[in-house]
């Protein structure tokens, strides 16, 4: 298991960006796979991006391409999620993810360690 804490949400208007991070603690973060959630208020908790652990593969939901960016540092034990261009449609609690195994699954039942959740508000 592998503990992880994510931090960088907040407020922000229409258009801005925010970069979450998701700092792992346990051993081998190198080996996990890391995906980022998000759950917005009376909705299912839903995928927002996945990144393989040599950062070979990444995969987006189709409502965040070009705008979000999932990226790892290995060597700082930390996930990334750069998000430009917000829209209110992305305000939620996000959460960080993280799974042995392959590929880069989009259920969050295939995630086996969770974050607490930072909140991100995006104001129109």
């Known amino acids: 298991q592998v503990e992880l804490v994510e931090s960088g949400g907040g407020l922000v208007q229409a258009g801005g960006s925010l970069r979450l991070s998701c700092a792992a603690s346990?051993?081998?973060?190198?080996?996990?796979?890391m995906g980022w959630f998000r759950q917005a208020p009376g909705k299912d908790r839903e995928f927002v991006a996945a990144?393989?652990?040599?950062?070979?593969?990444?995969s987006n939901v189709e409502s965040v391409k070009g705008r979000f960016t999932i990226s790892r540092d290995n060597a700082k034990n930390t996930v990334y999620l750069q998000m430009n261009s917000l829209k209110p449609e992305d305000t939620a609690v996000y959460y960080c993810?993280?799974?042995?195994?392959?590929?880069?699954?989009?259920?969050?039942?295939?995630?086996?360690?969770w974050g607490q959740g930072t909140q991100v508000t995006v104001s129109s």
């Open positions: 993810a993280a799974r042995t195994g392959v590929g880069l699954p989009t259920t969050p039942t295939a995630y086996s360690s």
């Open positions: 346990g051993r081998a973060f190198s080996s996990y796979i």
């Open positions: 990144i393989t652990w040599s950062s070979s593969r990444t």
